[in-house]
């Protein structure tokens, strides 16, 4: 029965395409890809899914990375960066999105102490991206920070991600929104969208577990990851917005070790979302 569910859920996320663009986050496949990079873009291909994030090769140089992308009808549409390398070596960065050639630079982390995400961080953190991103912008490419929860601390009247948001230059830097980080640090995802609709120009797909305790330190056990529409995040109303405000870039990330059962059904699920 388990075995037919799977072959039915592949069957329907085939045919998501034809209605809508999703793609994944190579971090979700990290325990695939050691041990076999065409097989792994083979699967990723036979799920219907013809856009990437990622950044990295497992191994392979790049040019035989993105002939196997090719031959798979795969496209890396966004690549991730180190927050170091955007203050210190952007150059490294735009190098990096043109040999995938990727539109999209994602950063995922600001470096802190421990669990103590500060204002100074934050105010660092929006330097950086600005200027990071000015020089980006003048290679045709767009910048996006992935907010991990932590900076949903509170700050003046609202959080240092209101801060942030505030003080980024839109036409320099925007999001990502990681539905799940958002919800895990106690936030409403769907509230948190629509503040900044014209902010998120992509997005992280991933549910959270019914009855996950919330944390704003950035880290939950990877577990409570499950097939999108089975936990709290409210997945279909965020859908429902990001469609209709225009988001193009959807990228399923599910950190569980039953990511190879769940990204199918996940698909199949985002295919009955009206």
Same mark, same amino acid.
């Given at each position: ?17 034809? $209605?809508? $663009? ?27 899914? $013809? ?20 031959? &798979? ?42 669990? &103590?995400? $500060? ?49 980024? &230059? ?105």
């Amino acid at each position: 029965m388990k075995k037919l569910t799977v072959v039915l859920a592949l069957f329907c996320c085939t045919m998501v395409a034809k $209605t809508q $663009t999703i793609g994944i986050q190579l971090y979700s496949l990290r325990d695939q890809f050691p041990k076999n990079v065409p097989g792994t873009l083979e699967l990723i291909k036979s799920w219907g899914i $013809t856009e990437l994030e990622g950044g990295g090769t497992y191994g392979l140089s790049v040019a035989e990375f993105n002939r196997l992308c090719a031959k &798979n009808g795969l496209k890396v549409v966004s690549v991730g960066a180190d927050f170091n390398d955007l203050d210190k070596d952007v150059n490294k960065v735009i190098q990096n999105a043109n040999a995938f050639g990727a539109k999209f630079v994602m950063c995922a982390w600001i470096p802190h102490g421990g669990d &103590n995400f $500060t204002f100074s961080d934050a105010e660092h953190a929006v330097k950086v991206f600005n200027a990071a991103g000015e020089k980006l912008a003048k290679e045709g490419l767009f910048l996006c920070y992935h907010a991990h929860g932590y900076e949903f601390v509170s700050h003046d009247k609202g959080t240092l991600f209101d801060y942030m948001a505030e003080n980024m &230059n839109p036409k320099l830097a925007n999001f990502e929104m990681d539905v799940y980080w958002v919800k895990q640090s106690g936030q409403n995802p769907l509230a948190v969208f629509k503040k900044y609709t014209n902010r998120f120009l992509m997005m992280h797909l991933k549910d959270r577990a019914l009855g996950t305790p919330d944390s704003s330190n950035g880290q939950a056990d990877e577990e409570t990851n499950v097939v999108l529409g089975k936990g709290d995040v409210g997945i279909a109303d965020l859908m429902k917005a990001a469609k209709k405000a225009g988001v193009k870039h959807y990228f399923i990330e599910d950190e569980s070790s039953h990511v190879v059962q769940q990204v199918p059904l996940s698909l199949a699920y985002l295919k009955r979302i009206k």
